[in-house]
């Protein structure tokens, strides 16, 4: 139960820390490559660490999601003290790890993971910023593995990574609000299916 609270499959979000390496043609460079994933590494810890302070928030409204009462903690398999233990752990190591791959890896790292918090208590609970809270963890993402490995991504490719994450978001909003309606998450209530199709139009268009 508490591996599956960690969301495992999540972790392909953080697939992205090695775009840096594979578009500036240094996948197979080893040193480089162990800096993206060791900081691969750090981003899962992170992520699942954040995925179960989500997880404790949400509890009420996730056990009267259609999808989200199987979660562990909603359905009472993993105690809200254990995955509160384990978050503050996956927390430590993580920031541990990242310090040795650079400083300015260890500030995003720490940057990524306040807002990750700050997310789950206050920024989801707000239209529109939900979607670019959402965003910004992609963006993130990406950004990391520069500072991971030296190599910067073309302005192209982050402006297509920047509107692909809105385009995302904007599409998990609009299918949530379809879904379930406004009853499992308080955001979508100023939402209104116009205004997420024109929003998911738009950035795909951009994207």
Same mark, same amino acid.
């Given at each position: 139960a508490t591996?599956?609270?960690l969301?495992p499959?999540?972790w392909?979000k953080?697939?992205?820390l090695?775009?840096? =390496?594979?578009?500036?043609?240094?996948l197979?460079?080893f040193?480089i490559?162990?800096?993206s994933?060791?900081?691969?590494? %750090?981003f899962?810890?992170?992520?699942?660490?954040?995925?179960?302070?989500?997880?404790i928030v949400d %509890?009420?409204?996730?056990?009267?999601?259609p =999808?989200?009462?199987? !979660?562990?903690i909603? !359905?009472g398999a993993?105690?809200?003290s254990?995955?509160i233990?384990t978050a503050f752990i996956?927390l430590?190591l993580?920031?541990?790890?990242?310090v040795f791959?650079g400083?300015?890896f260890?500030?995003?790292?720490?940057?990524?993971? &306040?807002i990750?918090?700050?997310y789950?208590?206050?920024?989801?609970?707000k239209? %529109?910023?939900?979607i670019i809270?959402?965003? &910004?963890?992609?963006?993130?993402r990406?950004?990391?593995?520069?500072?991971?490995?030296?190599?910067h991504?073309?302005v192209w490719?982050m402006?297509a =990574?920047?509107?692909?994450?809105?385009?995302?978001a904007?599409?998990k !909003?609009?299918?949530? &609000?379809?879904?379930?309606?406004?009853k499992? !998450?308080?955001?979508?209530s100023?939402?209104?299916d116009?205004?997420?199709?024109?929003?998911?139009t738009?950035f795909? %268009?951009?994207?």
């Open positions: 591996f599956e609270a969301r499959i999540q392909i953080n697939l992205s090695f775009a840096s =390496v594979i578009l500036n043609g240094q197979f460079n040193p490559f162990y800096k994933l060791l900081g691969f590494i %750090v899962c810890l992170l992520s699942s660490s954040s995925y179960l302070i989500n997880d %509890v009420e409204k996730d056990r009267l999601h =999808v989200k009462k199987f !979660r562990p909603a !359905r993993l105690t809200e254990s995955a233990f996956l430590f993580g920031l541990f790890i990242s791959i400083f300015g260890f500030g995003i790292s720490l940057f990524f993971i &306040l990750q918090y700050g789950s208590f206050f920024l989801k609970k239209a %529109v910023i939900d809270g959402i965003a &910004l963890f992609f963006i993130i990406a950004y990391a593995g520069e500072l991971a490995t030296g190599y991504l073309p490719i402006l =990574v920047i509107f692909l994450s809105l385009f995302l904007s599409g !909003r609009r299918s949530e &609000l379809r879904g379930s309606g406004t499992t !998450r308080s955001s979508l100023g939402y209104s116009n205004l997420l199709d024109f929003y998911t738009m795909a %268009v951009c994207t």
